[in-house]
């Protein structure tokens, strides 16, 4: 871990991460990059340079993606991992982590969130604020589970999948890659074919 963090993105969801990088205390400064050049600073910290600037910075900052769309953060973090950055975990203060979870480098998790003991989540994941997941459950890389989501125990989320806000999934599920599951909506049966998911519970939109 190095001295300064550099978040690639300065709108909502670098925001909030750079919200939690000031409370967990651990780097001496911190910096934004984005491509918006009106955009001078945020949450008072300065926007230093563009989204292609960061190969400049790889040898003397951390690097996180703060970019809320799935495809554009895996994008951004494979290009860092392939050059070697050093990559941070987020995690808020106040935040409830269980016994032997495992978070891969890039993740945020948010305030007010709850994962319990034995989950595996994935690299360049959300864990967005009030969200719970329970027990052994598997979240592959580069989820979103948007603020209020509840997941019970045992549950397995694909890679680049979405749970809207306060969307609720059952124990014992498995939803496969890129899938969106909309807000609100009840998860009771596997979801095995990518699409948007609405509902309670939750069914496949054509």
């Given at each position: 871990?190095?001295?300064?963090?550099?978040?690639?993105?300065?709108?909502?969801?670098?925001?909030?991460?750079?919200?939690?990088?000031?409370?967990?205390?651990?780097?001496?400064?911190?910096?934004?990059?984005?491509?918006?050049?009106?955009?001078?600073?945020?949450?008072?910290?300065?926007?230093?340079?563009?989204?292609?600037?960061?190969?400049?910075?790889?040898?003397?900052?951390?690097?996180?993606?703060?970019?809320?769309?799935?495809?554009?953060?895996?994008?951004?973090?494979?290009?860092?991992?392939?050059?070697?950055?050093?990559?941070?975990?987020?995690?808020?203060?106040?935040?409830?982590?269980?016994?032997?979870?495992?978070?891969?480098?890039?993740?945020?998790?948010?305030?007010?969130?709850?994962?319990?003991?034995?989950?595996?989540?994935?690299?360049?994941?959300?864990i967005n604020t009030g969200s719970a997941i329970d027990h052994d459950n598997d979240i592959?890389?580069?989820?979103?589970?948007?603020?209020?989501?509840?997941?019970?125990?045992?549950?397995?989320?694909?890679?680049?999948?979405?749970?809207?806000?306060?969307?609720?999934?059952?124990?014992?599920?498995?939803?496969?890659n890129q899938c969106k599951v909309g807000a609100g909506s009840v998860v009771v049966k596997d979801i095995s074919i990518p699409?948007?998911?609405?509902?309670?519970?939750?069914?496949?939109?054509?």
């Open positions: 871990m190095k001295n300064k963090l550099l978040i690639i993105g300065a709108s909502g969801h670098g925001k909030v991460v750079a919200d939690i990088a000031l409370k967990m205390n651990k780097w001496q400064n911190i910096h934004f990059l984005d491509d918006d050049k009106s955009i001078k600073s945020s949450m008072g910290l300065k926007v230093i340079g563009a989204s292609d600037d960061v190969y400049t910075h790889i040898d003397e900052y951390d690097i996180f993606v703060g970019i809320g769309n799935n495809a554009t953060r895996q994008k951004i973090h494979e290009m860092l991992e392939t050059f070697g950055a050093s990559i941070p975990v987020l995690i808020h203060p106040n935040a409830v982590i269980g016994s032997f979870v495992d978070i891969g480098i890039g993740t945020a998790i948010m305030a007010g969130v709850i994962v319990n003991c034995c989950t595996k989540i994935g690299k360049s994941c959300i592959e890389d580069f989820v979103h589970i948007s603020p209020g989501a509840q997941l019970a125990g045992t549950v397995k989320v694909g890679q680049g999948s979405w749970l809207g806000i306060g969307s609720v999934v059952s124990n014992n599920i498995t939803i496969t699409g948007i998911y609405v509902g309670i519970p939750a069914r496949k939109l054509n």
